[in-house]
């Protein structure tokens, strides 16, 4: 049973930055997990923001064209960590985020951290 749990969440200001972070337990090998950060705002439904394949040296990324070029998604196999650096960040990325783990048919989910954008 993996775990995730997010943190870096918070109050700031648009075209402000911040940085999520979640760490992952009860895995030995997380390279292999798909990884990825959604999203979702209040009466909407959630989303995929931001995505890393697992389990090749290679990890392929994408991202939802609302965050492109403002988002980068990374990782930390050997730590057990996926990171979001979000940028010039904007009110409607004001949502609760969380952070998605896969392998096969087992998908897991942290807790999600709320990022509000706002003056």
């Known amino acids: 049973q993996v775990q995730l749990v997010e943190s870096g969440g918070g109050l700031v ?20 997990y798909d990884v990825g950060w959604y999203r979702q705002a209040p009466g909407k439904q ?3 923001v931001a995505s890393s394949t697992g389990g090749s040296n290679i990890n392929y990324v994408d991202y939802v064209d609302s965050v492109k070029g403002r988002f980068t998604i990374s990782r ?4 057990k960590m996926v990171f979001l ?5 904007k009110p409607e990325d004001t949502a609760v985020y969380y952070c998605n783990a896969g ?6 989910w942290g807790q999600g951290t709320q990022v509000t954008v706002s003056s």
């Open 85 to 89: 650096q979000m940028n010039s960040l």
């Open 76 to 79: 930390d196999n050997a730590k």
């Open 46 to 48: 959630r989303e995929l």
């Open 103 to 108: 392998l096969n048919h087992f998908v897991y």
């Open 13 to 32: 200001q648009p075209g402000g930055s911040l940085r999520l972070s979640c760490a992952a337990s009860g895995t030995s090998i997380f390279s292999i």
